[in-house]
């Protein structure tokens, strides 16, 4: 908990540096002719979410595939425009400043914003070596920098991130870098912006386990030292926890496109509140011999409902194991979870612990309420 | 080569009733060039889920390949596969005409590969691929059917959508249960899995492999199961197998593997694994690379990037060491790497020692 914090803490009252507030992100399914007058289908992959990021933070979302939590990340960074909500970069609206509507220019937000892709064989140009994927946005944002000085910068950055000897990988192809390398190459080039934000999209899940590792310490490592925010998705809470509890942030545990639950890492995950969150534990492996032995999943489905047609009340309830009937019907917010020890802190808002579940307030109607049968 | 092969037979003697058995396999591009499975040698017992683990570029989808002779050309082959479809019977797989082996491939061993998006013809119904490959093993088709809509639900699918369903209907968890129903279809005796959960999410990776377990108390079939994911995998693995740049280092029963492991890549490896329970500070990346398939070191492969390592280590390749019953590996140092590089994660090493040995 030693790193970063402090500049927060000082500044309380200033806007946070990206502040998602109700996005909600809707895709309609597109139609055939034949549905040309029946309402669409719509998927609501990001439901009406409010998280902030602040300078030198980490906000690690985790949930399963189709919770939207790539949707999310991408709405943060300004890829993704909400169907409803605003998303604000230091206060401003980041579409309204697109549209020209504040006194920022969309150039500096966008060059702020940066994105680490998933599969690094895919997101470089199979036909450009290195250095000139590099030098393409220095070029574009700093056109008076003369060739050699870009050369420079570029070699001093792939030292950075690791590739040695620089001039020797500048050259290369990307098909000439191993998996590890190329996302390093991603990284250095999402970094050349000096950027504010990097969000790192499933960026370590296609290298290999024993790299893994690695690559979330070189991406730690440059958060101290260029102080740069991450907003880093993943399906392994184990990653998420190592990354989030490293870079002293927070993970977001997402559900069918609601946040159920947010809060420091070791917390959520000695003592995880929402059910569902049980289960991502449960499905993360882990190497002590007790526990290796797999048991039986703690929710009732193995299959996540259609997202055109979302259940009820909780999203949860058709899986959940503790649903009972006010769940059906009743959906529940995202609320501070009391518990006596994490009061001390209490003020300082990345340190709070929400969570979006009846099963946290004592005296709520779902007590009363009957178990679901299936 | 000899040599190598004397002393690689010891790992053998662990199995008492082998169903399949590979002795000395290399596979080879380039006129024998490059090695890319060199001199592996190790069986599979009847009725048990082996996990073999192995980096990217190790050599497993090789060895996986090899168990169905099915080496993309112009890969070369050498050394034996022994199939025993009973207690006294031995073929060598090596040896099949063609038509034997297509009779040998999906009704003796059949294979799940990595991203059922690509294994599936986009173009056809799930159904029809059922359908197909019942014809194609000359089947009848409304009892295979049958059958395979008993493994569907098995698999908690819904046979009839699913078998009705275009491959692009089916999200990626459901394919993938739907391709390890497509190769259990013929009974096989043998299932091999190559990364069959990779490119999906954890929670649906853990749920297939519980229902991988309920199929093999089920449908009695051994299982191969092959990835990256050590954690994984030892959810899962009566026995596993490590393999390090295209050779196999190590062997043994899941908890002496995970709990006891000798060789100090192993340990390496689970050291460098992100894992929800071990202390933060203690996970440590493996410093250095696998060698490339040329120019393997002569000595041991893993010297340059080994801790221990010593003149022996770079000069004379390590044999297979007994450890314990069941369990070998090849090091010269394994002694030494159990008492100098520590176990990070809750439950290595001295739980290892309490249940270690014992067989689920």
Known sequence: MSRARDTADAETDAEPLIAAEDVEVHF?????????????????????ISVAIEENDVLALVGESGCGKTTLGKTIIGLQQPTGGAIKYRGRDIWETKAGNTDLSFKDVRSSLQIIHQDPGSSLNPNRRIVETLAEPIRLTHPDITAGERRERIHSLLERVGMTPAHDFASRYPHQLSGGEKQRVALARALLMNPDVILAD???????????????????????????????????????????????????????????????????????????????????????????????????????????????????HTRCPEARETCTRLQPELEEFSDLEASSDRADSSRSHRVACFRSEPDHQYWESSAIED | ????????????????????????????????????????????????????????????????????????????????????????????????TDDELMEYRWADVSMVFQGAMSSFNPTMKVGAHF?????????????????????????????????????????????????????????????VMDEPTAALDLLMQRSILLLLEDIKEKYDVTMVFITHDLPLVASLADRMAVMYAFELIEAGPRDRIIGESAHPYTRALLNSTPNIDAPLEEMQPIPGKSPAPVNVPTGCSYADRCPLATETCTRDAPSFDQVEDEHTVACHHWQQAREEIALSFAGGDEAGRSTGGERR
């Open chain 2, 1 to 96: 080569m000899t040599t190598t092969s004397e002393r690689l037979h010891r790992s053998n003697d662990a199995v008492e009733d082998p169903i399949l058995e590979v002795k000395n396999a290399s596979v080879t591009f380039d006129d024998g060039e490059t090695y890319v499975l060199d001199d592996v040698t190790f069986s599979i017992e009847r009725n048990e889920i082996l996990g073999v683990v192995g980096e990217s570029g190790s050599g497993k989808s090789m060895l996986a390949s090899a168990l169905l002779d099915a080496i993309p050309a112009p890969g070369h082959l050498s050394g034996e596969v022994l199939y025993h479809p009973d207690q006294h019977t031995t073929v060598d797989i090596l040896e099949f």
């Open chain 2, 131 to 191: 359908q197909d490959t019942l014809k194609a093993h000359n089947e009848s088709v409304p009892d295979g059917m049958e059958f395979a809509r008993e493994i569907l639900s098995d698999l908690y699918l819904d046979p009839e959508r699913v078998l009705d369903s275009y491959p692009h209907e089916l999200s990626g968890g459901m394919q993938q249960r739907a391709l390890i129903a497509l190769s259990l279809l013929l009974e096989p005796e043998v299932l």
């Open chain 1, 202 to 316: 499933e960026a370590i899940s296609a290298l290999d386990v024993s790299l893994r590792v690695e690559m979330m310490d070189l991406m730690l490592d440059l958060q101290s030292e260029f102080n740069t925010s991450f907003v880093f998705v993943s399906h392994d809470l184990s990653n998420a926890r190592y990354f989030a509890e490293h870079g002293d942030g927070r993970v977001g545990v997402m559900y069918l496109g609601n946040l159920v639950e947010v809060g420091p890492p070791e917390r959520l995950i000695a003592d995880p509140q929402h059910p569902y969150t049980e289960v991502l534990r449960w499905a993360t492996p882990n190497l002590s011999l007790d526990a290796t032995e797999a048991s039986d999943p703690p929710m009732r489905k193995i299959d996540i409902p259609d997202p055109v047609n979302p259940p009820s009340g909780c999203r949860f």
């Open chain 1, 28 to 48: 309609e399914k597109e139609q055939g002719i034949l549905e040309l007058f029946d309402d669409p289908d719509v998927v609501k992959a990001v439901d009406g």
